[in-house]
């Protein structure tokens, strides 16, 4: 499969809470609620509003203030002078529900237009706070600038909603921005200990495996090699304009990371292994959510990788 060291135009530099680097991999999701349904990944679950772990506008707006802030960490709903804005605090348990939130400017209006990222305007996740409820969708965007992400159930518990995108006008033009917000789903919440750190898991009948050696405060490379029935996988198809979609989850912060692809898609032949640049700025366990698609079939597979 070829490989080009291309970088997708939207996306964050990979940072979170800490020091800076370390690649992550693991399995990712990026798609619409229909298109996560992992077993147990509760895919498609909102954030919940506890807190929103949001630095104060000195902070989180400077400019270089990245490495170790809420900014740089994915955790602020403000940066630079845009602004993740939600009037949802609470979220109905084990039901689907709709997150309804805007994107303003430093002008304090609704952000007109975004570039697009992978062939879409804008990447929604939620996550709960023990990292095994996932989702990846692409929100939709009404006239008036407000959107909207079609949740899939959510068990109860906290959930964090990230919103990842791009301006294509204003003082935040081809800059990668991503804010969150938390929420709260009711009920007996039954927090999952995250699993132990491995290389390889299984996911509707396929086997992946990460090969690298992660390490917080260095960008290494990392590759994600994919079999099925003992034979390599050669028929990936592409999938948001790549062959899979990689995104990781700091365990106890819900620090966000983004895992650049650097295997190009051109055709559905891909495979059997997939290289990406990740760079993961803490140290810990981070939980890998990795996306693919095979026979038109969107597939989410997950694992726990960790960084010295």
């Not at 960008?219 to 999938?239: N, R």
């Not at 620090?255 to 495979?271: I, K, R």
Request: charged fraction near 15%; proline fraction near 8%.
């Amino acid at each position: 499969m070829p490989a080009s060291t291309r970088f997708p135009v939207r996306r964050p530099a990979v940072t979170a809470a800490g020091t800076a680097a370390a690649l992550a991999l693991a399995l990712a999701a990026c798609g619409s609620s229909s298109d996560s349904s992992m077993p147990a990944m509760d895919h498609d679950a909102h954030p919940s509003a506890a807190h929103s772990t949001s630095p104060s506008s000195s902070m989180s707006d400077m400019p270089g203030m990245d490495h170790g802030s809420a900014a740089g960490s994915r955790l602020a709903d403000h940066q630079d002078g845009y602004r993740l804005t939600s009037a949802v605090a609470t979220l109905a348990s084990r039901k689907p529900a709709a997150y309804r939130f805007t994107i303003t400017g430093p002008d304090g209006k609704p952000v007109p237009g975004f570039a697009l990222d992978q062939t879409k305007r804008m990447h929604f996740y939620a996550i709960r706070s023990d990292l095994t409820g996932f989702q990846h969708l692409h929100p939709s965007m009404a006239a008036d600038g407000a959107w909207t992400a079609d949740l899939s159930a959510l068990a109860p518990g906290a959930w964090r909603m990230f919103a990842s995108f791009t301006p294509d006008s204003g003082s935040g033009k081809g800059k990668d921005f991503v804010l969150s917000r938390t929420v709260t789903v009711p009920g007996t919440a039954a927090m999952t200990p995250l699993p132990a750190p491995v290389t390889t898991t299984q996911a509707d009948g396929y086997t992946i495996t990460v090969t690298g050696k992660p390490m917080a405060g260095m960008a290494h490379p990392l590759t994600v090699s994919l079999s099925k029935g003992g034979k390599p996988v050669t028929d990936l198809q592409p999938y948001l304009d790549t062959y899979a979609h990689l995104t990781a989850f700091h365990e106890g912060d819900q620090a966000f990371a983004h895992v650049h692809p650097t295997t190009e898609a051109t055709g559905d032949n891909g495979g059997p292994d997939l290289a990406f640049h990740a760079e993961l700025p803490t140290a810990g366990n981070w939980r890998l959510f990795l996306q693919f698609q095979t026979g038109g079939k969107l597939h989410t597979a997950a694992v726990t990788l960790r960084v010295g």
